[in-house]
């Protein structure tokens, strides 16, 4: 069992609109096959995300922006994916892959695809 604290951004088309999700989840893995050099397994799990679609206005005679939120929500996520894992020594490296699923609102993404690099002590 594993948490995490998320922070994921990206500008979307058409220029000075971003949308932002804040999370945390509580995940568990699956290892399949333990033992080997590099293990491949599951992860699942359950959080809440804070979702928002923001646009910058700029003023066309000078540089000052303004920030504008477009749609806030906080809603329950689900999450699903998989990884690989390497010890080395004390560390372990792994890199893993999620498709997260937030319902509600239209306007906003229903599904998110990270990929994850990182280090567990």
């Known amino acids: ?3 995490n604290l998320s922070r994921n951004s990206r500008n979307l088309p058409g220029g000075g609109t971003s949308e932002r999700s804040y999370g945390v989840g509580l ?5 399949l096959l333990p033992g080997g050099a590099l293990q ?7 959080g809440l995300e804070r979702l928002s679609v923001t646009r910058t206005l700029q003023r ?6 303004r920030s504008v939120s477009l749609v806030e929500q906080t809603s ?5 994916g998989g990884g690989l894992i ?17 319902p509600g609102d ?4 229903r599904f998110t695809m990270p990929v ?3 280090l567990r002590f």
């Open 76 to 80: 329950a996520s689900v999450a699903a």
């Open 40 to 46: 491949p397994y599951l992860i699942g799990g359950a």
């Open 27 to 31: 995940f568990s893995t699956y290892s």
């Open 86 to 102: 390497s010890r080395l020594g004390r560390v372990s490296v792994f890199a893993e892959s999620r498709v997260t699923y937030f």
């Open 116 to 118: 994850l690099l990182g």
């Open 60 to 65: 066309l005679e000078g540089t000052t922006a």
């Open 1 to 3: 069992m594993s948490g």
């Open 106 to 109: 239209y306007r906003l993404k």
